[in-house]
């Protein structure tokens, strides 16, 4: 199993240094990629329930980084390690120029880049950005994945669809990636899933918060049913990666109702957990270590890299 670790791009206290040699230090202790997540703006009014807390509230605020910026510049500063959007909300952005984006970004990261996608949550950000209605947004984002790999991977792309339409254009250069920049799938729906079996690289949930936990016996029952959407494409379930997204959270936070929550507590618990999620089949964990202090980020980093992994 490979490892991960999520990024803090919407703390207004990061530095850019602290972002560079936090990847660094995740390359240097070998981890696989680190992941950045995606908003353009916030809201200042935001009705639409979100999905990873009890209270359905955001909570979050207007400072993030965009998302394609910042990996230019991580990749600017590491050699290795891979760089994910996690994920990249599909209909805010027009899928020629994310494209672009993306396969210039490959081009230049000599091939480190990897396509988390989504559908989104957040209502008003779509209308704020002037993205298509969000009643749509999962067959957007199903049209704008065909649009990607047509461009990717086609000499003379042409593409006509509901949301989405190109031809007569030259698109180079193409991703260094072949056939194309992989494409994991966000989500834990059953239309994830399928979305996933049908047109993904893989599939990428969230799970260990409280809303979300996916136990491993959950995600076992979640990857039947990709398989079996998989095999109805006519796909062999076992080329699409399961590169699941779990909190680590601190090792002093409390259980809730009694009950221990994933990747909550010591060095052989957590290790624990990590063993339950590959048994399932997890192909790629990511992790989140980060803390308000960028020291002790990198302390918790270290901690994971060299007391705990070890131990899998």
């Known amino acids: 199993m490979e490892y991960g670790l999520h990024l803090a791009v919407s703390d207004p206290a990061v530095k850019p240094e602290q972002l560079i040699r936090f990847v660094q230090r995740a390359e240097e202790l070998d981890f696989f990629c680190v992941t950045v997540a995606d ?75 990897i396509l988390g996608l989504g559908v989104g949550w957040m209502k008003e950000e779509f209308e704020l950005v002037g993205a298509p209605r969000f009643e749509d947004r999962g067959r957007v984002t199903d049209e704008y994945i065909r649009a990607f790999k047509e461009l990717w991977t086609k000499e003379s792309p042409a593409f006509e669809g509901a949301y989405c339409r190109f031809s007569e254009l030259t698109f180079l250069p193409k991703p260094v990636q072949k056939p194309h920049i992989p494409i994991w799938i966000g989500g834990h729906s059953k239309q994830a899933l399928r979305r996933a079996a049908e047109l993904g690289d893989g599939w990428h949930p969230i799970g260990g918060v409280p809303t979300v936990p996916l136990e491993p016996d959950d995600l076992r029952r979640s990857l039947e049913t990709l398989a079996h959407y998989a095999e109805k494409a006519g796909r062999n379930p076992r080329e699409i990666t399961v590169a699941f997204k779990a909190s680590l959270f601190d090792r002093a936070m409390e259980s809730r109702a009694g009950r221990r929550r994933r990747f909550i507590g010591g060095t052989e618990q957590i290790a624990s957990d990590v063993r339950d999620y590959q048994k399932a089949g997890v192909d790629c964990l990511i992790l989140d270590v980060r803390t308000p202090d960028p020291a002790q980020t990198l302390e918790r980093l270290d901690w994971l890299a060299q007391e705990v992994l070890p131990m899998v």
């Open 39 to 113: 908003h353009i703006v916030i809201p200042r009014n935001i009705a639409s329930p979100y999905p990873y807390t009890l209270d359905k509230k955001y909570p979050g605020h207007g400072h993030h980084l965009e998302q394609v910026t910042v990996m230019s510049v991580l990749a600017g500063a590491t050699q290795r390690i891979r760089l994910v959007t996690s994920v990249m909300i599909a209909p805010y952005r027009h899928p020629v120029v994310v494209a672009k984006m993306l396969s210039t970004l490959d081009f230049l990261s000599h091939g480190r880049v």
